[in-house]
């Protein structure tokens, strides 16, 4: 019966050209004479072979262009030569090869006998935009008839990259935004609402989901795969749904490996470089035979990670920076508080003095420098391999298996320092002429990750070793009394002010409080970052499990240009985390579903100058009502080679709340973070409406009742206009503008509650505050999600020009614009919009000599406010200046590297209470033997 679907699948796959093929050219090859001999061909060419050398319009050998077999899979590279070999089967008749490099035109050429001396020149394309792309409608297209604003990275491109991972550079593509927490955990977002964790931006490797299972989040490309195996980037901006599902709500990252038939040989990448760099790659590609070809990935890096240095007071401190009462530091932990009052006098050894009722007191807290102890050094391991069989030469079956493991440090509600966080993912895909079946599975795994605002809390609420007239007390306790005590000595002095009586009870507190250089500092954290129990330990822990399938099939409706996909996908959660982070308590894994089905309809019209299309998604949850994610576009081309293109598109797209938002279930004592999918909850706000707090004299109780209902899907809707192609010969330009409305996003509330989701009783509360850090209570303090109805519109414009002067200079530049619509929002809402109104970027590249090629790029962003689970607040303009340059040997298949970013070590602090990423550059070698 298995064999019999598998036949079934790959008769639904076969006949037409493939997907994945060369794009076809519009021209055939020039076959001239060289101007540079031809070398020995790589391989012995057998009876069946063709090879020879691919050359650009100057007589230059072209690496890394694409020659394929046309309607097949079959096919390979040039080396640094700009030479090939491929076997191909002559005996059914001629074939067509098509040979492709970006900014040039595709050639082809037809063959009846083997002939391993070609040469061929390509010519420069006049668009500049001869470059396909994939993910727009999941069907191959020109990047210029794209319906929705997209970009794409070449290869040369990734290969040009300075920053320390490559999403970090993405940020010099229009409209796009980075958010780097640290060196290799990085966020991209675009069309605002930018995070440090992308939940609303999906990001793939050859179609299969990155994201933490557990979280719904993809750690960067912290367990990706190496840039030595890309062939591409593609980036969707804005809604994406009706073709992507869940939480393509403002986008999709699609990263594409280099199929080992066509990228062939041993590449070695090797960087060194400021902050203890040390950075290798390896990819080894072999062919077995026509039919089978095998692929391995390895990578290590390391280095000295940048370390947040934010001592500024948080938003929500109730004191300034520098009172004598202390205050809450954005990038210090474990400020615990104490608020005196007569009713809070029984909890503190030695009483209150009047003089601070109403104070609130806070410790000092930690560094982040030294809750990690010197373990700030930042790594990333990746292993890969894949085997690749071709059934037929246009049906390719792909097995591949790859783990990943990373140690860097994460921000989300709190700093986590992430050591040994990895997946292990497993694939099997079958490809063919019209479409695909695909299967994969992610497991994700913690390592001994920890997060720091726990571990420094509990620091300070162990036992302290001094002796104490009360009996055993915690450091906290010590500290609050000991500011009590010397208050109380200090108001009594001659002529003491209260402002100078509280300097010197902070100052006494002060010397009570833990000390990093204490030996028992070590001792505790140890013990604390070893522990995953919450409210006992830091440590993190969680291991769960993604199962995902999806098919896709194209028809051809009829011959007067009317295309039709339809596809579907089902994906299932394990969830486990053994009670510590989920509500798997029983030991169960918990189950969660979603599957949908998508469609889309293309028509030509005008003699091909007019693309329509409609797509719809229809998708159905465990947990939600069912979501329709409707698409329709337009786009209009005209001019020699259809350089002038016109879109126009509407949008609808949604985000399912992450798997901790629905099922989430961690007891730290101090509160209870719950998810919110039963019946909601209803309690008690820490401030009624006009930000009065709770106990205020003369204030109802029904003034600080809230409601929380279950948990629903987010939504957007967007329509979005633009233009791409050729303004002048060598002037490309890419304009786009959008309107956007967005409902139902998903925020975080702490409140007074009972667990069970009831409204507390006035009795209930009275009890006070121990009895609302009492487990065995049902009244607590929760932190749950939910969805603010508030209708956000924002909008915006991206402006992107390249300019080819010379192969010496391309000038490339894009400015984007970012506007939230505020006229409509109550005074004081949070949006998390967290973007830039105005940022640009301005570059050149080009190959200086015959054999050094350079790059350069400014990137600038304007002052903004974000509002982060972390925190809150202003962020100033940030700017920085990356430089490339790379000398090829040709014949030793050697390129000499050498790369810098942030080179004037400028502002670059991109997230609140992120980091200073400043400078580093490197030096590198990098080898490729085909």
């Given at each position: ?44 060419p ?26 097949s ?34 050639q082809?050429i ?30 191959e ?66 179609y ?46 699609l ?35 026509k ?15 940048w ?33 005196f009052?007569?009713a ?14 109403g ?25 890969q ?39 292990s ?18 497991e994700?795994?913690?390592?001994s ?13 162990s036992?302290?070793?001094?002796t ?20 109380t ?5 001659p002529?003491?002010?209260r ?81 510590k ?42 947990n ?11 786009v209009y ?21 992450s ?57 957007a ?77 924002t ?125 580093l ?10």
């Amino acid at each position: 019966m298995q064999h019999f679907y598998f036949l079934f699948a790959a008769a639904l796959l076969t006949s037409a050209a493939p997907t994945a093929a060369a794009p076809p050219g519009r021209a055939k090859a020039a076959i001239n004479s060289p101007k540079h001999p031809i070398t020995t061909p790589i391989e012995q060419p057998t009876a069946d072979a063709v090879g020879g050398t691919v050359l650009n319009d100057a007589g230059e050998p072209v690496p890394g262009a694409t020659v394929f077999v046309k309607g097949s899979f079959v096919g390979t590279s040039t080396n640094q030569l700009g030479q090939f070999h491929l076997n191909v089967q002559l005996e059914k008749g001629p074939i067509t090869l098509v040979i492709a490099f970006v900014g040039y035109d595709s050639q082809e050429i037809t063959l009846t006998e083997a002939d391993h001396t070609l040469v061929i020149n390509l010519v420069p394309s006049a668009t500049a935009g001869n470059a396909t792309v994939m993910s727009a409608s999941r069907v191959e297209e020109n990047i210029l008839r794209t319906s929705f604003t997209i970009d794409k990275v070449t290869t040369a491109q990734i290969e040009r990259i300075s920053t320390p991972e490559v999403l970090s550079a993405l940020g010099q593509l229009p409209g796009v935004d980075v958010n780097s927490a640290s060196m290799l955990f990085t966020s991209v977002s675009t069309r605002g609402f930018n995070t440090a964790k992308s939940e609303r931006v999906i990001q793939l490797v050859d179609y299969m989901d990155t994201a933490l299972p557990s979280l719904n989040l993809s750690p960067g490309n912290l367990v990706g795969i190496p840039e030595l195996d890309m062939e591409s980037i593609e980036l969707i901006h804005g809604p994406a749904s009706a073709l992507y599902g869940a939480n393509a709500l403002s986008g999709v990252i699609l990263f594409n490996s280099k199929d080992p038939f066509v990228y062939d040989g041993l590449s070695v990448r090797l960087r060194g470089g400021q902050r203890s760099l040390l950075d290798g790659q390896l990819r080894y590609a072999k062919k077995l035979g026509k039919k089978l070809a095998v692929k391995i990935n390895l990578s290590g890096m390391q280095a000295t990670d940048w370390t947040a240095s934010n001592y500024e007071a948080a938003s929500f401190s109730l004191n300034p920076q520098g009172s004598p009462l202390g205050y809450d530091a954005v990038n210090r932990s474990g400020e615990l508080s104490f608020q005196f009052s007569p009713a809070a006098s029984q909890q503190l050894p030695g009483g209150t003095h009047p003089d601070l009722y109403g104070k609130t007191v806070y410790m000092p807290g930690f560094t982040e420098q030294e809750l990690v102890d010197g373990d700030n050094t930042t790594r990333s391991y990746r292993m890969q391999g894949a085997v690749s069989y071709l059934i037929k030469d246009n049906l390719q079956l792909t097995l591949e298996a790859k783990r990943a493991t990373g140690t860097s440090t994460y921000q989300n509600i709190s700093r986590f320092r992430v050591r040994g966080l990895g997946t292990s993912q497993y694939r099997a895909e079958l490809k063919g002429a019209k479409g695909f079946v695909r299967l994969y599975s992610t497991e994700d795994f913690t390592g001994s990750s920890y997060e720091l605002a726990q571990l420094s809390a509990l620091l300070l609420r162990s036992t302290a070793q001094e002796t104490s007239p009360y009996g055993p007390l915690s450091y906290a306790q010590v500290y609050f009394s000991t500011y009590n005590s010397a208050y109380t000595q200090a108001i009594q002095q001659p002529g003491a002010t209260r402002e100078q009586a509280l300097r010197v009870a902070q100052q006494a507190a002060n010397a009570t409080q833990l000390k990093s250089s204490d030996p028992r500092f070590a001792e505790l954290r140890r013990q604390i970052i070893a522990d995953d129990v919450p409210g006992r330990g830091a440590q993190q822990r969680f291991n769960s499990f993604l199962n995902d399938i999806s098919a896709q099939r194209s028809f051809r409706v009829s011959d007067f240009g009317t295309d039709l996909i339809l596809g579907g996908a089902y994906r299932e959660y394990r969830l486990g985390s053994d009670g510590k982070l989920f509500a798997d308590t029983d030991g169960s894994r918990i189950r969660n579903y979603e599957f949908g089905a998508y469609g889309q309809l293309t028509q030509t019209l005008l003699r091909q100058h007019l693309k329509l299309a409609l797509a719809g998604r229809a998708d159905y949850f465990r947990n939600f009502s069912p979501a329709l994610s409707p698409r329709a576009s337009a786009v209009y081309s005209f001019g020699p080679d259809q350089r002038h293109n016109f879109r126009a598109s509407y949008s609808g797209a949604y985000r399912s709340p992450s798997q901790l938002e629905q099922y989430g279930h961690s007891d730290v004592t101090s509160f209870i973070v719950l998810g919110n999918i039963g019946n909601g909850f209803r309690g008690y706000a820490f401030n009624d409406a006009q930000g009065r707090p709770y106990g205020t004299p003369g204030i109802p109780l029904s003034a600080f009742e809230i409601t929380l209902p279950k948990l629903a899907l987010e939504h957007a809707k967007t329509v979005e206009v633009g233009y791409k192609g050729m303004l002048l010969p060598k002037l490309y330009a890419d304009v786009s503008y959008f309107r956007s409305v967005y409902t139902d996003f998903v925020g975080g509330r702490a409140f007074a509650g009972n667990v069970d989701g009831s409204r507390p009783s006035q009795q209930q509360l009275d009890e006070g505050l121990p009895a609302l850090s009492d487990r065995a209570k049902p009244t607590r303090f929760i932190f749950t999600w939910y969805n603010n109805a508030q209708l956000v519109r924002t909008q915006g414009a991206t402006l992107g020009l390249a300019y080819k002067l010379h192969k010496a200079l391309n000038l490339n530049g894009n400015y984007s614009l970012n506007v939230l619509d505020r006229r409509n929002l109550p005074a004081g809402f949070q949006t998390f919009f967290n973007t830039p109104k105005h940022k640009y970027n301005m570059g050149a590249n080009g190959v200086a000599a015959q054999n050094l090629t350079y790059a350069v790029n400014y990137r600038w962003a304007q002052s903004h406010r974000q509002e982060m689970p972390f925190a809150s607040g202003s962020i100033g303009s940030y700017s920085s200046l990356d430089a490339y340059l790379s000398y090829a040997l040709p014949k030793l298949g050697t390129t000499l590297q050498a790369g810098v970013s942030n080179l004037l070590n400028s502002n670059n602090i991109q997230i609140i209470g992120g980091p200073q990423i400043g400078r580093l550059a490197f030096l590198g070698l990098l080898v490729d033997v085909k």
